[in-house]
C-alpha cells in the first residue's frame, strides 16, 4: 500500500471512530435518581454511561452529617448542645459563607438565629409564640457578631445548607466529566447543558400558593444555580387566628410582615443563591432590589402582593 493510500485509509478511520464516540455520547441514556433527604426530596437526571447514585447520595449524607439539626450526631447538633467538637471542614466552608452573606447583608440572613426559630415554633413546631420580653431576651443571644467573636450561639444552616448539597452533588458529576444534569434539593438547582431533548432545561418558578401545584412561570436555563424561599407555604397561627411566617429578621427577633410572597434568585454557587433569597425575605421586595441590583452575577424573580394581585419584578430577560 502506497504512503498517500495509507493516509488516506487513517483518515477514513479517525473519522469513523470520532463519528461513533458523537454517536455514542449524543444517544447516552439520561439516568434519574430520586428520594428522600434534609426533611424534602431530591430529583437527579443526568446523562452519562454510570449511575452515580450511590456516590451521590453520600456527597448529601456528608451535609447531614456535618449539618443537620435532626441528626444528634451531627457536628452542629454536638456544637448546639455545648460540646467543642473538632474543626469539621464542611461545616467550617459553609459557616464561614454564611458569615460572609451575613455581613454583605447587614444581619439579614444570620445563621445564629437558631433561638428565635425554635421560640416561634419552626424548629421544634411546639408551644406558643413567645412573649414580647422572651422576643428581646433572646435577641441578646442571636447575632453573627457573636460567633465571629468566639463565643458560644445556637446555629441553624438551613437556610444554606440545601443550597451547598446541592453543589457539592454538582461537583460530583463535574468531576466524573457529565456535561448535561439537573440537580434538584426540596427546589434548590443547579442545571447545566441541556436535556433529554437537546434543548435548555425549562424550569419552573412556583406561584405563592401552599400547594405548588402552578407555576408562575417556566424560564429555560441552560446553566444555572437557583433558590427560592417564600412564605406562603411554611406557616403557624396562633390561638387568636393570626397567621405569622417562618421568615423571622434576626435583627428584630420577630416574623417578617411585608409585601414579598417569594424570592427566586440566581447566583453562581446555588448556596450563595440559597442564603441570599432568605436575605431578600426578611428585607422585603424595596430592600431586596436595591442589594441584588448591585451584583452583577446575580439575577432574581421576586413575586409580590399588590392588594388582591400579585405582581412580578424581576430582572431576567
Given amino acids: 500500500m502506497s504512503p498517500k493510500s495509507v493516509l488516506r485509509l487513517l483518515s477514513f478511520l479517525s473519522l469513523v471512530v470520532a463519528t ?58 454536638r456544637y448546639n448542645a455545648g460540646e467543642r467538637p473538632a474543626p469539621h471542614k464542611l461545616a467550617d466552608e459553609v459557616i464561614s ?3 460572609s452573606v451575613s455581613r454583605e447583608t447587614d444581619g439579614a440572613f444570620d445563621i445564629t438565629v437558631a433561638p428565635l426559630v425554635n421560640a416561634w ?9 413567645p412573649s414580647d420580653a422572651q422576643v428581646d431576651s433572646l435577641l441578646r443571644t442571636v447575632g453573627y457578631e457573636h460567633y465571629l467573636r468566639g463565643e458560644h450561639v445556637m446555629l441553624d444552616c438551613g437556610a444554606i445548607a440545601k443550597g451547598y448539597a446541592v453543589d457539592r452533588v454538582a461537583n460530583v ?44 412561570e417556566i424560564l429555560p436555563f441552560s446553566h444555572v444555580a437557583m433558590a427560592t424561599s417564600g412564605n406562603y407555604r411554611n406557616y403557624r397561627t396562633d390561638s387568636l387566628g393570626h397567621r405569622y411566617a417562618h421568615t423571622i429578621d434576626p435583627r428584630l427577633g420577630r416574623p ?39 451584583k452583577a452575577d446575580v439575577k432574581y424573580y421576586l413575586i409580590y402582593a399588590d392588594g388582591a394581585d400579585t405582581k412580578v419584578s424581576t430582572n431576567i430577560k
Wanted: charged share 20%; hydrophobic share 40%.
Fill in 20 to 77: 461513533v464516540w458523537i454517536l455514542r455520547r449524543h444517544n447516552t441514556a439520561y439516568i434519574e435518581n430520586s428520594g428522600p433527604v434534609f426533611g424534602t426530596a431530591y430529583h437527579f437526571t443526568y446523562q452519562s454511561p454510570t449511575d452515580f447514585h450511590p456516590e451521590l447520595k453520600a456527597a448529601m449524607q456528608e451535609v447531614d452529617d456535618a449539618l443537620s439539626l435532626f441528626n444528634k450526631d451531627s457536628w452542629l447538633s
Fill in 256 to 294: 417578617v410582615q411585608h409585601s414579598l410572597l417569594s424570592a427566586t434568585v440566581i447566583a453562581p454557587t446555588c448556596a450563595q443563591a440559597d442564603a441570599y433569597a432568605t436575605a431578600c425575605m426578611v428585607m422585603g421586595r424595596e430592600k431586596a432590589e436595591k442589594f441584588l441590583a448591585k
Fill in 173 to 216: 458529576l463535574r468531576r466524573h466529566g457529565v456535561k448535561n444534569f439537573m440537580i434538584e434539593i426540596g427546589g434548590e438547582i443547579v442545571a447545566e447543558g441541556q436535556n433529554a431533548d437537546g434543548h435548555p432545561w425549562q424550569i419552573g418558578v412556583a406561584k405563592p400558593t401552599p400547594d405548588r401545584s402552578e407555576m408562575q
Fill in 121 to 129: 415554633g419552626f424548629g421544634n413546631k411546639q408551644g406558643t409564640p
Fill in 97 to 99: 459563607l454564611a458569615m
